[in-house]
Every structure is written in structure tokens, then in C-alpha cells.
């Protein structure tokens, strides 16, 4: 079946460890993203892409990176700047032609610093 | 950003119709109005979304104030499957495809 694949569901890291989110899509999408959900909270874009090798800032992007080598994948790498990395992660994908079209989202990533 | 109002939590008995609410007083004309819903501890889910006319699929209804600064979305029968936060979400017809959740409402059904 056609969907979002975000991997690890759960990951625990140590201060000052970057760790890497994996987001894999077989919707043949062109735009991809990352949301950060705090809890009790809506979410928050941190980053987008709306075609390979090309990415934007989204309204939380400090501390953040991400790639996009291939339509399929779009990791994001939360780094040691970031301040309170603990959190919800949702990546998700639409077709960018479709300018109304609904966004897909996958099972979403929790992370946990220690 | 165009922002919306919601109410924080609602209660529903289980098979009665439900009415979630939203305020966009300051929406623009070319600003499509979307609803998502979140279950626990899952990513959202696209429900509905319309710009002016009311909208219906399988999953619910969209109702839009004639001045479209307000739209409610209808669940006919809620189920127990049905409880979630809910997100009513303005999104400008121009420029880049951005999503912008707020808190939502959080529905409850009671069995």
C-alpha cells in the first residue's frame, strides 16, 4: 500500500547527540515536510521541500537540517543546537500540482532527550 | 496568517450527529478552509476542505457561513472511532502549499 514511513517510531538520545529521522513516501509526491508537535499543542513547520535538491525554512528551523536527494526521502536531522529537542514528529507529503490537495501524514517519530 | 477560533474540547454522545465550530473572522477571499483530525498518538488525517459552497464526503460535512467568516464540520453519527483533536485550518489560495495547526478541539464520545 502507498503511504508515509517515518522510522524510528520511538528514540531516546543523550544532550549534545545529533540524531537523524528517517521519512520515506511511495505516493510519487513532489512536496514533502516536518512538523514538530509539543504536547497539548497543534504542530509547527519546521521545514519543506516542493522538489528534489530544494528545501525551505519553515517557522522553527533552528536547529534543524534536512536533505532531499530523492523524491522518496526527506530525513530530518535534529541537532545538538537545538535547544528542546523532545518532541512529536510528523512528516508528511502532497502532490504539489494539486494546489488544494489534502496532505498525507505519517505515524509520526517521538523523541526523547535524556 | 489568517488565524481561526475553536472551541478547546467538545463532548458528543455516541450515534448523535456532531457540530464542530470554527471563527475565521479575518479571512480573505482566496483562502481555502481545511479540516484535519488527529487521533492519539497519530499523525493527522485530511477530513474536508472547501473555499465557499458546502462540502460532503464520506467522512463529514462542511458548512460555510455565507461570509465564510465562520464553517462548521458535521459528523452525522459519531462513533467512538470519531474521537480526536480536530483542526480547522485557513490555507491562501496563493503562493506556497503551508499548513498552519493550531490546538484544535479535542472531541470526546461518550458511549
Known amino acids: 500500500d502507498g503511504g508515509i514511513t517515518q522510522s524510528p517510531k520511538y528514540l531516546f538520545r543523550k544532550e549534545g547527540q545529533n540524531v537523524t529521522l528517517s521519512c520515506e513516501q511511495n505516493?510519487?509526491?513532489?512536496?514533502m515536510y516536518w512538523y514538530r508537535q509539543d504536547p497539548g499543542q497543534g504542530l509547527r513547520l519546521i521545514y519543506y521541500?516542493?522538489?528534489?535538491?530544494?528545501?525551505q525554512k519553515g517557522d522553527i528551523a533552528e536547529g534543524y537540517s534536512v536533505s532531499r536527494e530523492k523524491k522518496e526521502s526527506f530525513p530530518l536531522t535534529v541537532t545538538s543546537a537545538q535547544k528542546n529537542p523532545t518532541a512529536f514528529y510528523l512528516c508528511?507529503?502532497?502532490?504539489?500540482?494539486?494546489?488544494?490537495?489534502?496532505?498525507?501524514f505519517g505515524e509520526g517519530s517521538r523523541l526523547t532527550v535524556l | 496568517d489568517a488565524k481561526t477560533t475553536q472551541p478547546n474540547s467538545m463532548e458528543s454522545n455516541e450515534e448523535e450527529p456532531v457540530h464542530l465550530p470554527c471563527n475565521h473572522s479575518?479571512?480573505?477571499?482566496?483562502?481555502?478552509i481545511h479540516w484535519y483530525r488527529q487521533l492519539p498518538s497519530q499523525g493527522p488525517e485530511y477530513v474536508i476542505h472547501?473555499?465557499?459552497s458546502n462540502v460532503n464526503n464520506r467522512m463529514a460535512s462542511l458548512a460555510i457561513a455565507e461570509d465564510r467568516k465562520s464553517s462548521t464540520l458535521i459528523l452525522h453519527r459519531a462513533t467512538l472511532r470519531d474521537a480526536a483533536v480536530y483542526y480547522c485550518?485557513?490555507?491562501?489560495?496563493?503562493?506556497?502549499?503551508?499548513?498552519?495547526f493550531g490546538k484544535g478541539t479535542k472531541l470526546s464520545v461518550i458511549p
Open positions: 508528511a507529503s502532497k502532490q504539489r500540482e494539486k494546489n488544494t490537495g489534502e496532505l498525507f
Open positions: 485550518i485557513l490555507r491562501p489560495g496563493a503562493g506556497s502549499y503551508q499548513l498552519t
Open positions: 472547501g473555499l465557499t
Open positions: 479575518t479571512i480573505s477571499g482566496t483562502d481555502y
Open positions: 505516493l510519487n509526491h513532489d512536496a
Open positions: 521541500s516542493q522538489i528534489v535538491n530544494d528545501f
